[in-house]
């Protein structure tokens, strides 16, 4: 089993930055794919990005050019670089990851607040 701690959300004018971070424990080595989920009220839980084991990239066409995830696996940390916020961008964050063997885990998410 994998627990996630995310950090990093907060209240953000249009235009601005934020970094979201994931803290990965447990059953690190399992990990086969890493990603970053966001869920605005009254919507869907909805894919932003995600990162391999090997490195390999996918992003939503939302964010892609705004937003860059990344990965430290000597850390098991999972960030989130998010630029040019748009208030459309609002919404709880969630860090995401599924292991080689299909378990998924889920962090607690962090709010993300942008403001026009």
């Known amino acids: 089993q994998v627990q996630l701690v995310e950090s990093g959300g907060g209240l953000v004018q249009a235009g601005g930055s934020l970094r979201l971070s994931c803290q990965a424990s447990?059953?690190?080595?399992?990990?086969?794919?890493d990603g970053w989920y966001r869920q605005a009220p009254g919507k869907q839980r909805e894919l932003v990005a995600v990162?391999?084991?090997?490195?390999?990239?996918n992003y939503a066409d939302s964010v892609k050019g705004r937003f860059t995830i990344s990965k430290d696996h000597a850390k098991n940390t999972v960030s989130l670089q998010m630029n040019s916020l748009k208030p459309e961008d609002t919404a709880v964050y969630y860090c995401?990851?599924?292991?080689?063997?299909?378990?998924?885990?889920w962090g607690q998410g962090t709010q993300v607040t942008v403001s026009s």
């Open positions: 995401h990851v599924k292991t080689f063997y299909g378990a998924n885990s």
């Open positions: 447990g059953s690190t080595a399992g990990i086969d794919v």
């Open positions: 990162i391999s084991n090997g490195g390999v990239t």
